[in-house]
């Protein structure tokens, strides 16, 4: 069974710290990995991964992918209120449809 | 970038009557709409994949006589909660696949829906 894990759960940091966040995964077929930032409405998208190695940036976001190890990060520097959110991993395998791990709730504190 | 709007953005019913959920692409056509449900605290979890024109198809576990779909045209889906229970409620999202791929879908703002 297709199955996508985050961690940590939760998390809660100061302004300007940098967060790191995980998403472990186990698919048939891997086709991608996706990032989502869900700020109590609808998730809007971040990054789409499907290379191992290749970082994408934006901004102070930042995530890779690490199809031998099947994890991907996402990676926040110089946090900001704003970036407080559910941050949502999904994968897209052999079924072709997306996969979500249950997020991380990510607190940034002024 | 695309839009997706849902409607209503929140509802509170009484156990037993039926709730309709509607889904629209505000500047693009979209053949294919999924319509998603998230508990709290819990990720998102895809009930049903909708066609234009076509049956829609349900993931297991999702009863299709309970929650109805029905995507009329390129730029609307309507889901139905039929005789809802208060374990109905939940968070329910829909997104429209702008492009050939599943990753090029655009997500509704959501409706929350409470069961009383």
Redesign the interface.
């Known amino acids: 069974e297709d199955k996508v894990v985050q961690s940590p759960l939760s998390l809660v940091v100061h302004e300007g710290d940098t967060v790191t966040l995980n998403c472990s995964y186990e698919v048939t077929n891997f086709r991608?990995l996706?990032w989502y930032k869900q700020e109590k409405?609808?998730?809007?998208f971040l990054f789409?991964l499907t290379s191992s190695g290749i970082e994408k940036k934006s901004g102070r976001l930042s995530s890779i992918l690490d199809k031998k190890e099947l994890f991907s990060i996402l990676n926040i520097t110089a946090t900001q209120t704003g970036d407080s959110a559910v941050y949502?991993c999904a994968v897209?395998g052999a079924t072709?449809?997306?996969?979500?791990?249950?997020?991380t709730l990510l607190a940034v504190q002024p | 970038g695309a839009v997706?709007s849902q409607h209503p953005s929140r509802v509170i019913c009484k156990s037993g009557t039926s709730v309709k959920i509607e889904c629209r692409s505000l500047d693009f056509q979209a053949t294919t709409m999924?319509w998603y449900r998230q508990f709290p605290?819990?990720?998102?979890?895809?009930m049903a994949?909708s066609n234009e024109g076509s049956k829609a198809t349900y993931e297991q576990g999702v009863e299709k006589d309970k929650f109805l779909i029905n995507h009329a045209s390129l730029t609307l889906s309507t889901l139905t909660v039929t005789s809802a229970h208060p374990e109905d409620s939940s968070f329910y999202?829909c997104?429209a696949l702008a492009g050939g791929f599943?990753?090029t879908?655009y997500?509704?703002?959501?409706t929350r829906l409470t069961v009383l």
Not at chain 2, 41 to 46: E, G, H, P, R, V
Request: charged share 10%.
């Open positions: 991608s996706l409405k609808a998730p809007t789409m949502l897209v072709n449809k997306l996969i979500f791990g249950t997020g | 997706v999924f605290k819990q990720s998102l979890m895809l994949t999202i997104s599943v990753y879908q997500f509704g703002p959501g």
